[in-house]
T-cell receptor, first 113, second 115 residues
Framework: SQQGEEDPQALSIQEGENATMNCSYK?????LQWYRQNSGRGLVHLIL?????REKHSGRLRVTLDTSKKSSSLLITASRAADTASYFC?????????????FGKGTLLTVNP | DGGITQSPKYLFRKEGQNVTLSCEQN?????MYWYRQDPGQGLRLIYY???????QKGDIAEGYSVSREKKESFPLTVTSAQKNPTAFYLC??????????????FGDGTRLSIL
């Protein structure tokens, strides 16, 4: 079963605008990770936020985590055409989950020049 | 450069045939994973391995088999028992650190189709 569910499924914006994607999950987590996938390629890790963290930044990326609502958001500021990709959240379970990650279905972001 | 290499990039399978997908990493990672991705879907875990000569079934292991004879290599065999093998297959690896999930590094995938 899918643990993380991204919202929206697809998002189309103009270059320079901000893009926000959301992820909801069902059970307690160790950490939550965001990945990017360009068409026909493998996934690339973007950022990891631990369950005791509320916000994390990396360049133009800002991730928030609300464990009480079991949700996370990924904000990409000042988007570029090169940001066009699918974005996935992945959750890591508590100790005993054998290091597995459970991935959502992804948000397809299109940034128009 | 360190990374994960998957081969071939494209693979075609005839009915009743077993095919093997290669995955090699030079990142010195202990853990390796195989995922299946269908169009518009997320990744589903097929098998994973934390140590040489040991591996565990993921969520959709039926019709697949793996081996882990070397730390660097984790080949996946799609057997004839897998009735719907057409998909994009991704291999990943990660370090193992005190029970906490670590970032996974991915190869560029193998696209498998039925002839």
């Amino acid at each position: 079963s899918q643990q993380g569910e991204e919202d929206p499924q697809a998002l189309s914006i103009q270059e320079g605008e901000n893009a926000t994607m959301n992820c909801s999950y069902k059970t307690s987590i160790n950490n939550l990770q965001w990945y990017r996938q360009n068409s026909g390629r493998g996934l690339v890790h973007l950022i990891l936020i631990r369950s005791n963290e509320r916000e994390k930044h990396s360049g133009r990326l800002r991730v928030t985590l609300d464990t009480s609502k079991k949700s996370s958001s990924l904000l990409i500021t000042a988007s570029r055409a090169a940001d066009t990709a699918s974005y996935f959240c992945a959750t890591g379970g508590l100790r005993g989950s054998n290091y597995k990650l459970t991935f959502g279905k992804g948000t397809l972001l299109t940034v128009n020049p | 450069d360190g990374g994960i290499t998957q081969s071939p990039k494209y693979l075609f399978r005839k009915e009743g045939q077993n095919v093997t997908l290669s995955c090699e990493q030079n990142l010195n990672h202990d853990a390796m994973y195989w995922y299946r991705q269908d169009p518009g879907q997320g990744l589903r875990l097929i098998y994973y391995s934390q140590i040489v000569n040991d591996f565990q079934k993921g969520d959709i292991a039926e019709g697949y088999s793996v081996s882990r004879e070397k730390k660097e290599s984790f080949p996946l065999t799609v057997t004839s028992a897998q009735k719907n093998p057409t998909a994009f297959y991704l291999c990943a690896s990660s370090i193992i650190d005190r029970g906490r999930n670590q970032p996974q590094h991915f190869g560029d995938g193998t696209r498998l189709s039925i002839l």
